[in-house]
């Protein structure tokens, strides 16, 4: 049950990134560089989150 509690943890920080680079990009006084680096952020931890599942598929099969 733990890697679903992280899994549940890791998607709550990819939709407030998702939040936050939406109010970015809404906003024309933000900076490319700030960003960049929410969607290299929010790239991440989709990607920790694609990891996680295959993991858990893995253990589960």
Same mark, same amino acid.
Request: glycine letters at 0%.
């Given at each position: 049950? +733990?890697?679903? +509690?992280?899994?549940?943890?890791?998607?709550?920080?990819?939709?407030?990134?998702?939040?936050?680079?939406?109010?970015?990009?809404?906003?024309?006084?933000?900076?490319?560089?700030?960003?960049?680096?929410?969607?290299?952020?929010?790239?991440?931890?989709?990607?920790?989150?694609?990891?996680?599942?295959?993991?858990?598929?893995?253990?589960?099969?």
């Amino acid at each position: 049950m +733990a890697i679903q +509690a992280h899994l549940v943890e890791l998607e709550r920080k990819h939709k407030i990134l998702e939040n936050e680079l939406h109010e970015a990009l809404v906003h024309p006084s933000v900076d490319d560089l700030h960003i960049c680096e929410l969607k290299r952020r929010k790239l991440m931890v989709k990607d920790q989150i694609e990891r996680l599942r295959l993991s858990a598929d893995d253990t589960v099969h």
